[in-house]
């Protein structure tokens, strides 16, 4: 009869043990149960180097992070990309989604401008996914724009000769 309390002892006792670990790294990764996300579609044209879970900011401000990034439904070319953030971010009506790159790392993420203060909040119907509106980060404007750049400047030095 003893080595089987023991046996029962020594269960407990391993239970106990890694319940309390498990609290333990839950604890230190500062993990929130009861937190509330909102989610948002934004349709770009391209995604270069943007990829599922990379981070997403609001006018610098990490706030969430991409959870999908798949083809558009539409099958119009664009990609659509799905964004989780803190259910208080103040998203508004004219706040503008753009890939911006981080540093000379060349890893992407998603930016969010705050808009206007006098614009509305964005106020999504119970089930209905909001759409922010894409914009083009300054990288990315320089690289599309940068023919037609060049192109301008060959005639202004032709024209100068």
Known sequence: METRANYLLIGIFTLVG???ILGFFLWFAQVKLDRQ???YDVAFSSVSGLS???VVRFSGLPVGQVADVRLSPDRDGTITVRI????DTPVRTDSVATI???GVTG???VGISA????APLVDP???DIPKITPGRSTLQTLTEDAPQILEESLKVIRGLG
Do not use: H
């Open 125 to 127: 119907e119970p089930g």
């Open 37 to 39: 996300f909102a989610y």
């Open 84 to 87: 989780e953030v803190d259910a």
């Open 18 to 20: 890694l319940a309390g």
């Open 107 to 109: 890893v992407s993420y």
């Open 115 to 118: 808009g206007s203060p006098g």
């Open 52 to 54: 599922n879970a990379s």
């Open 100 to 102: 911006e790159s981080q």
